[in-house]
T-cell receptor
Framework: GQNIDQPTEMTATEGAIVQINCTYQ??????LFWYQQHAGEAPTFLSY????GLEEKGRFSSFLSRSKGYSYLLLKELQMKDSASYLC???????????FGRGTSLIVHP | DADVTQTPRNRITKTGKRIMLECSQT?????MYWYRQDPGLGLRLIYY???????NKGEISDGYSVSRQAQAKFSLSLESAIPNQTALYFC???????????FGPGTRLLVL
């Protein structure tokens, strides 16, 4: 497998910033996805990184370091609706199919 | 209208029964996938298909089979359901570049 490691649960305050980390095995790496999943709903795409660096998209940013096998998702100006599970999903070359981590459950409180 | 649909949305069945979960998509994608999700275990790949004549096993294919009836349809069957197949099942699609996956709404299956 990809030995994907991300925290099980995080809590944060509305309006704050939170960073969700993910580490993975680097062998054959070919891109990393972040998905958001609200309870009982389908995962939805947030970001895709294939090169090192930070990709910013509105309140959400995703960072990748290929040499370190490390990525993070940064959520700014947290809103209550950001309470969800965030799935880190690296993929290897060849099949191009991502492997999903167990997800980080983010709880945003007032 | 939803691009990826799944039927049924909820299903209760008994041990030993055969059931089929269906997935249809209007995105025109060639690649389709079936995942199951269990609490604390994340999404795990059951089967995937890169085109109509291509079927591949994922990491947890035992006890499951699939059929790719057309580009737009990919069905998952449980030949003889068992309680540990109780889970939330998702179908997904992606384009030829294999990037962003689009997920259906999920089927919640309970095997008694």
């Amino acid at each position: 497998g990809q030995n994907i490691d991300q925290p099980t649960e995080m809590t944060a305050t509305e309006g704050a910033i939170v960073q969700i980390n993910c580490t993975y095995q680097t062998s054959g790496f070919n891109g990393l996805f972040w998905y958001q999943q609200h309870a009982g709903e389908a995962p939805t795409f947030l970001s895709y990184n294939v090169l090192d660096g930070l990709e910013e998209k509105g309140r959400f940013s995703s960072f990748l370091s290929r040499s370190k096998g490390y990525s993070y998702l940064l959520l700014k100006e947290l809103q209550m609706k950001d309470s969800a599970s965030y799935l880190c999903a690296p993929r290897r070359g060849g099949s191009y199919i991502p492997t999903f981590g167990r997800g980080t459950s983010l709880i945003v409180h007032p | 209208d939803a691009d990826v649909t799944q039927t049924p949305r909820n299903r209760i069945t008994k041990t030993g029964k055969r059931i089929m979960l269906e997935c249809s998509q209007t995105k025109g994608h060639d690649r389709m996938y079936w995942y199951r999700q269990d609490p604390g275990l994340g999404l795990r790949l059951i089967y995937y298909s890169f085109d109509v004549k291509d079927i591949n096993k994922g990491e947890i294919s035992d006890g499951y089979s699939v059929s790719r009836q057309a580009q737009a349809k990919f069905s998952l069957s449980l030949e003889s359901a068992i309680p540990n197949q109780t889970a939330l099942y998702f179908c997904a699609t992606s384009g030829l570049d294999g990037e962003t996956q689009y997920f259906g709404p999920g089927t919640r299956l309970l095997v008694l």
